[in-house]
């Protein structure tokens, strides 16, 4: 663990992911997070402050980001990583797709 940062009991760790990472030298890093912070602010402070990359998950509860993802060409990406799992009553598929290269 590199930072931790105590979150209030009136708020979530959202509001201070910035606060929490600011200053640390995390550029050229890729910093992976789940579906809570997967909000424009996040990527714009990730690559444009913190000259860092990001994976971000994308569910479907994020309507206008998952229908934008979900009409792209993803049969000529190649899969990089895939797996099934069932718990919970249900069955998920995380796959990792991408070319390795920036944009």
């Known amino acids: ?6 979150i209030g009991a009136k708020t979530n760790e959202v509001p201070e992911f910035e606060a929490l ?22 990527a714009r402070f990730i690559a444009e402050q913190l000259l860092a990359h990001y994976v971000m998950i994308v ?16 049969a000529s990406v190649p899969v990089a990583h895939r797996s099934v799992d069932t718990g919970h009553g249900r069955r998920e598929v995380r796959t990792i797709q991408g070319h390795g290269r920036s944009r």
Not at 1 to 6: G, Q, S, T, V
Not at 21 to 42: C, E, F, N, S
Not at 63 to 72: Q, V
């Open 1 to 6: 663990m590199i930072a931790e940062r105590l």
């Open 59 to 74: 569910k479907e509860n994020t309507k206008g980001l998952y229908d934008r993802l979900n009409t792209l060409d993803w």
């Open 21 to 42: 990472l600011r200053g640390l030298p995390l550029g050229g890093w890729v910093l992976t997070m789940d579906a809570a912070h997967t909000v424009r602010a996040h």
